[in-house]
């Protein structure tokens, strides 16, 4: 019943705390590769998270793309806005994704749903290093930038290395190096292996990984069977602060070891 399923959860969420060190874990019941509506209730933890954790008055808030973050937008409600007014901003630059769920998009959707603002970053992907620099220096370039540095709070989903490299069109030659060096998952622009360790980073603009130490707000959502490994190996390297929305497919992956 009820009660059974709440004490699993319970349990199953102390069990990834402690194997994590103390990073905070919440889980959320079925498994997102076969049900799309646990995708939302990871969304909705998202939702309360963001409102016990933002503080009164001005946020900015860096999100990442992806189709978990696209999930989450739709479940994020204008009460996160008593009180408070929101800025979504992408985290980092286009980094290789269908337009859909790019984080550009997905902030226009977190704004749209909180009743808060958003930017948008447009620097495209494969350009020369010719091409790519003025446009950095554009002031409006320039203004998003230093909003995502000015962040206070991150959002992100975690990804398998392979199919993350390969949604982004890397080289073959590429993907053939992470697998080689053991990848096994992808957040935020870098890959990682099994241990934690990063293999590679995509050099783009925006927040880095040793900017979100700092920053008190970190949620970290990912669920599904088929990303069990890759969250496990980023929690590795995840800062301390970091909160872990899962679903249970994910968890029981994680806790087989
Ligand atoms: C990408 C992010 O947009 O989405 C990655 O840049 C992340 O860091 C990935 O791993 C996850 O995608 P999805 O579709 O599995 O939620």
């Known amino acids: ?109 977190m704004a749209n749903r909180t009743k808060g603002e958003h930017r948008a970053l447009y620097v495209p992907e494969h350009v020369s290093e010719k091409t790519y620099d003025p446009l950095l220096r554009e002031p409006a370039v320039q203004e998003v930038i230093s909003m995502i540095k000015q962040s206070n709070a991150v959002i992100h989903s975690i990804g398998q290395a392979i199919p993350m490299a390969q949604r982004r069109s890397m080289r073959q030659s ?34 880095q990984l040793e900017d979100l130490v700092s920053m008190k707000c970190v949620v970290a959502v990912a669920g599904g069977t088929s990303k069990g490994h890759a969250i496990a190996a980023y929690m590795k390297l995840a800062p301390s602060q970091t909160y872990l929305i899962t679903d249970q497919g994910a968890a029981n992956v994680i806790l087989k070891g």
Do not use: W
């Open 174 to 207: 590429a993907i053939d190096l992470l697998k080689k060096k053991g990848a096994v998952g992808e957040a935020f622009g870098y890959f990682f292996n099994e241990n934690g360790e990063i293999i590679q980073k995509l050099s783009r603009i925006g927040l």
């Open 1 to 109: 019943g009820f009660m059974d399923q709440m004490l699993t959860r319970q349990a199953t969420e102390e069990k990834l705390t402690s194997l994590f060190g103390g990073k905070r874990c919440l889980v959320v019941s079925g498994d997102s590769d076969e049900d799309e509506t646990a995708n939302y209730a990871m969304g909705q933890t998202v939702n309360e998270i963001l409102q016990a954790l933002l503080p009164e008055g001005h946020n900015i808030i860096a999100v990442m793309g992806g189709t978990t973050m696209a999930a989450v937008a739709q479940s994020l409600s204008s009460e996160l806005s008593t009180s408070r007014d929101l800025m979504f901003v992408p985290a980092r630059g286009g980094i290789g994704e269908r337009v859909d769920v790019q984080a550009n998009n997905i902030c226009a959707q």
